[in-house]
């Protein structure tokens, strides 16, 4: 591609919450998302009327080396099958971002408590918006069954509660 980069810089950084990476176990999960304290409060002004977030993070912990342009199991499982660098939501992708959808709890000046984001302390936060139901998917989803088996403990309390 000829496009010219594009410049990122960080919004917010996480706070808190789950340390390591896991593929599992994500439930309960609350962390603080913590904004650039060069933003005035007028940022966040209205945010606390809404339940979910979407945020974009970076992979901070992977290396450009992760980055895997090619076809294989998930998880490395066999039982599912070889898929593409963009069917997979792991650190493997060329510009290593994810998105998540966590539960906004509350507000509070620049800092935003949330609950079941999956990144950990430390993480760059690169953007972030209310999640607005009227622009979630339209229509009937569809997908195979490999990543509901994948991904059926990944909100799973880790303390069992």
Known sequence: MNAEPIKVEPIATVIGGRVDPTDDHWGGTRAIIRLDPAYPLEV??????????????????????????????????????ATGTFVHRNHRRPNQLATSFPRLL????????????????????VDLAPYFQELGPRGSLRQPDWPGEMLKHYWDDPTGR
């Open 44 to 81: 966040v002004q209205g945010l606390e009327e809404f339940s979910h977030l979407i945020v974009v993070w970076q992979f901070h912990r992977a290396s450009p080396q992760d980055i895997a342009l090619h076809a294989r199991s998930p998880r490395n499982n066999p039982r599912w099958p």
């Open 106 to 125: 509350s507000v509070d000046g620049l800092d935003l408590h949330v609950a079941d984001l999956d990144a950990v302390d430390g993480t760059p936060i």
